[in-house]
């Protein structure tokens, strides 16, 4: 995946740290080249979808929180929180869907 995403047009956005992340996907695909091949670009769109996704959500003011877990974890956990804002039981059941056992 790191070897991947090092060719991948990222959603530019005014935080974050770029070069921080290409510097770890540099790291971590230590010298592989990934084929161009159809897994490449499902995981191309896949990156610009969470991206463009995530970008937009900061953008709003939704928050998002980190649970050390995958992008798409950190995601739905995000739009979990904003979706059972008041509700606590629904809340404590949604939760308990990204807590690593």
Request: neutral net charge.
């Amino acid at each position: 995946m790191a070897a991947h995403r090092l060719g991948f047009t990222r959603v530019p956005a005014p935080y974050g740290d770029p070069a921080a992340d290409d510097a770890l996907a540099t790291d971590v695909a230590a010298g592989r080249e990934a084929p161009l091949n159809r897994m490449h670009d499902y995981l191309a769109a896949r990156t610009s979808f969470f991206d463009r996704v995530v970008v937009a959500a900061i953008d709003r003011g939704v928050p998002l929180m980190e649970q050390s877990h995958t992008e798409i974890a950190r995601c739905f956990a995000g739009l979990a929180q904003e979706l059972t804002r008041n509700d606590v039981e629904t809340k404590r059941a949604t939760w308990s869907l990204f807590k690593t056992v």
